[in-house]
């Protein structure tokens, strides 16, 4: 559950004040699948990272799952996003020397959770998206499609609240970025809320609610046009 | 996060890292090195010259004549033999007689001329006991030591040292021959062994004549000193202040001799001896430090390459504390084997030396290698806290952009 109310988001560029975000109210409910479109420039990545927590606003309220965490210090912050938020970035961000489980371990290993459990669920999630035979790779012997994998496997482990996309299969072939649209819209199902920053039309017009973004607002709000 | 795992994901940074790592290790092995082995060397010089003092016997005493003052006649003018009134044999004869002294030997010393046959050789005539070679524990060749006289006793006897043995007397039964020193005859009893320098005089071109024997060739009285070994050495303090009272009673109540013990001499080579070796260990100490202005240098590149990296970390949900002991542990760890490697290093280039020059040894001392250590891990970890708190300050939008 998540609600914004009048979330501005504003960068000092020399002498100037950009408005990256101009007062965003938005509610998001449980489980929903949202994509964010617009042109480059609009605001949309920025209103992903405070989405994402990654990023502060400048003024407004954020709410998540009932409590207020506009305001919460940095290393708050860090726990919630372990335990709420799932991230799926355009360029994986895996790291290369470690293997596939050992990324996916990676949330786990900051939580401290023992070795024994986070072999254990890492395998689970990484069979669940199908990387059964690749536990023991590393992201340079793998596709870029199951790095994608892998880096959902490693968003999912913890169970958040929301998985957030920044265009997902803006690396990958059409296959293989088809088989990633598939894998994320299939853990929506199952009641993670998905949020999907894109470019590409055909994967924005997938999801149940279309925001567009220009200038730094929310331009239309829309369910999906029943096809 | 827990701490084996903060250590396992470190040294997996490290690993896959290897020249960097094995660059920084490097750094910091030379360093720890360089204080081992420098150390060794200051401890090995300081050992050798404290042994060769105390072969002379740790419970000596040496008796001079004339009191060391700071008027311009002190020590010094002592040593090289000028001085207020002379001890005598009586004087000897008086302190031998207490029985907390188990050995005396006068030293005389003079310029005298050896010859044997024809040839003939400018020589340094001592004039001593047979307690003297206890107390030096000076080593023979061939035959024996003057003997057991008492002081004032003269005898034809001599002991010569091995270059006169060699180069004057001319045969190849050297004991038993007649060597002329002066115009006195005297039979040689034994030859020293060669290498001896006591003091300023070196034994191989000496003769050592019964001290009598001496005195009556310089037509002197007078003793140059006299070396007293006690029973033992909590005697050393009690025997000092007899001597200074016999003699003082014997000189009409004036305190005109000095009394220094081994130890003296000793403290002072210690000291002397200490403060090299302590100059050594500082100067290669530097060279650790510059080893953590390394770590400093190799970690800040190695934050801004990963910068991708501590952005996914923080946007999986790394607190600032997480990072910042991810990138620490990283400095501890390089510091710590690099550590262990320079020890491994310096011990192996003392033996080295050791094997290389025998009669020195060049163990560092314990506190030296300890010091070592510590100024690495600290610098590692002090070195290592600025790149690692640059690394958890980075702002995750910015980071994950990288």
């Known amino acids: ?30 489980g929903e699948y949202i994509s964010i479109m617009g042109p480059s420039g609009s605001g949309k990545s920025t209103l992903l990272n405070i989405l994402g927590l990654l990023d502060k606003p400048t003024a407004g309220i954020y709410e998540l799952d009932g409590s207020d965490v506009s305001d919460l210090p940095d ?4 726990q919630v996003r372990r335990q709420k938020i799932g991230f799926i970035f355009q360029s994986f961000h895996l790291v290369s020397r470690l293997t596939a489980h050992e990324n996916v371990e990676l949330p786990m290993l900051l939580m401290g959770t023992n070795k024994k459990e986070r072999r254990q669920r890492a395998e689970e999630v990484l069979d669940s998206v199908g990387l059964r035979s690749r536990l023991d790779h590393r992201p340079d ?49 199952q009641g993670i809320g998905l949020v999907v920053v894109t470019h590409d039309p055909d994967l924005g017009d997938r999801a149940r609610r279309h925001l567009r973004m220009v200038d730094g607002r929310i331009h239309s709000d829309n369910p999906r046009k029943s096809a | 996060m827990k701490v084996l795992d903060t250590a396992l994901f470190a040294s997996q940074a490290l690993r896959r890292a290897p020249m960097r790592t094995s660059m920084m290790l490097l750094a910091i092995a030379i360093g720890v090195a360089a204080v081992v082995t420098l150390t060794g060397v200051g401890e090995a010089a300081r050992r050798f010259v404290s042994a060769e003092f105390a072969s002379l016997g740790t419970n000596s005493l040496i008796v001079l004549p004339g009191k060391a003052d700071t008027s311009g006649s002190g020590l010094t003018g002592m040593l090289i033999g000028e ?10 004869i008086a302190i031998a007689r207490n029985p907390r ?12 001329n050896a010859s044997w ?43 010569v040292g091995s270059i006169i043995a060699e180069e004057v007397i001319n045969s190849n039964r050297v004991v038993g021959e007649w060597l002329r020193i002066g115009d006195v005859r005297c039979r040689v009893l034994g ?11 070196n034994l191989d071109e000496s003769v050592f004549l019964p001290v009598a024997n001496a005195q009556q060739l310089f037509n ?18 009690p025997i000092r202040r007899y001597i200074v009272d016999t003699v003082r009673e014997r000189h009409q109540g004036v305190e005109d001799i000095t009394v220094i013990t081994q130890d003296a001499v000793l403290s002072t080579f210690d000291s002397i001896f200490g403060v090299i070796t302590m100059a050594l260990a500082g100067i290669a100490a530097i060279s650790l430090l510059v080893a953590g202005v390394l770590i400093m240098n190799v970690m800040l590149v190695a934050v801004s390459q990963r910068t991708s990296e501590i952005g996914l970390l923080k946007a999986i949900g790394a607190t600032h504390n997480q990072i910042v002991a991810i990138f620490l542990t990283e400095a501890a760890w390089l510091a710590a084997l690099g550590a262990a490697c320079g020890l491994g290093v310096g011990y192996t280039v003392s033996y080295g030396l050791g094997v290389a020059y025998p009669i020195l040894d060049f163990r560092a001392p314990v506190w030296a290698s300890a010091a070592a250590v510590a100024i690495a891990l600290i610098s590692g970890v002090v070195f290592g806290l600025a790149p690692a708190r640059r690394a958890a300050k980075l702002d995750p939008v910015f980071a994950l952009t990288r």
């Not at chain 1, 290393?75 to 860090?78: E, K, Q, R, T």
């Not at chain 2, 001085?83 to 000897?92: F, I, K």
């Not at chain 2, 002197?220 to 303090?237: Q, Y």
Request: hydrophobic share 40%; glycine share 8%; charged share 25%.
């Open chain 2, 117 to 159: 046959r024809s040839r003939s050789r400018e020589v340094t005539v001592i004039g001593t006991s047979a307690d003297m070679r206890e107390i030096q524990r000076w080593e023979l060749q061939a035959g024996r030591f003057l003997p057991q006289l008492d002081l004032d006793v003269a005898s034809p006897v001599c002991v």
């Open chain 2, 101 to 112: 002294i188990t050995r005396v030997a006068p030293v005389v010393v003079g310029a005298g």
């Open chain 1, 1 to 30: 559950m998540i609600k914004l109310r009048g979330i501005c988001r504003d960068y000092e560029v020399g002498d100037e004040t950009v408005h990256a975000l101009d007062h965003i109210e938005l509610d998001i409910a449980a």
């Open chain 1, 141 to 189: 012997q793998l596709s870029g499609g199951e790095r994608q994998r892998v880096a959902i496997a490693r968003a999912i482990v913890m169970r958040p609240s929301f998985l957030l996309a920044d265009e997902p299969t803006g690396n990958l072939d059409s296959k293989s970025g088809g088989e990633i649209i598939s894998i994320v819209e299939d853990l929506n199902s």
């Open chain 2, 220 to 237: 002197s009285p007078g003793v140059f000193r006299i070396i007293v070994e006690t029973r033992e050495r909590a005697d050393m303090d």
């Open chain 1, 75 to 78: 290393d708050h912050l860090a």
């Open chain 2, 191 to 201: 030859v020293m062994a060669q290498g001896g320098i006591s003091g300023a005089f």
């Open chain 2, 83 to 92: 001085t207020a009134r002379d001890l005598t044999l009586d004087d000897v």
